[in-house]
């Protein structure tokens, strides 16, 4: 829930930056571009400018808009902790919504250095498996590693490491 705020008040910030920038003084405009909200604001904002095939599905999906809302506050955290600079990213999150399947959920999205890893769970192990593999057919990812164990009341958790695309 905290993402989904930090990511809608970046975007109110920018719009706000956008419209009032006219209105600041240097000096102020400089302040407020210097702070990490202004900079997540651009990343998200680049993210969602961008344009895509796949686009269209993405926005008038609400499964697809809530994993693009992890995986930007995961772009923004880490381009403000430079773990990263951002390229190809709407990419990366189409490989990966396109890689899922009904059934398995992300539950995060996280970037050391440059690798992603996708956190998440899936009804059974075959479910995983499946997943793993549609990430690896799509020859993306530099490689893709995971592991899961089987939780008692959720099926499998699991922990992807997508390495950065070569």
């Not at 399947?101 to 956190?119: N, Q």
């Amino acid at each position: 829930m905290r993402l989904v705020k930090d990511c809608a008040l970046a975007l109110l910030l920018a719009a706000a930056i956008s419209l009032s920038g006219t209105f600041l003084s240097g000096q102020a405009l400089e302040s407020v571009r210097e702070s990490a909200l202004y900079r997540r604001s651009q990343i998200i904002g680049s993210i969602f400018s961008r344009q895509d095939a796949g686009i269209t599905e993405i926005a008038l999906s609400p499964r697809a808009r809530g994993l693009l809302l992890k995986f930007a506050g995961a772009l923004a955290d880490a381009y403000v902790n430079f773990e990263m600079i951002p390229h190809s990213e709407l990419t990366t999150f189409t490989v990966v919504y396109e890689s899922l399947g009904p059934l398995v959920e992300i539950e995060s999205f996280t970037y050391r250095r440059k690798d992603l890893i996708i956190t998440g769970r899936a009804p059974d192990e075959n479910g995983y498996q499946e997943f793993m593999e549609r990430l690896r057919s799509r020859d993306y990812f530099g490689q893709v590693t995971g592991g899961f164990y089987t939780n008692v009341d959720s099926g499998v958790r699991f922990e992807i490491q997508c390495a950065a695309p070569v």
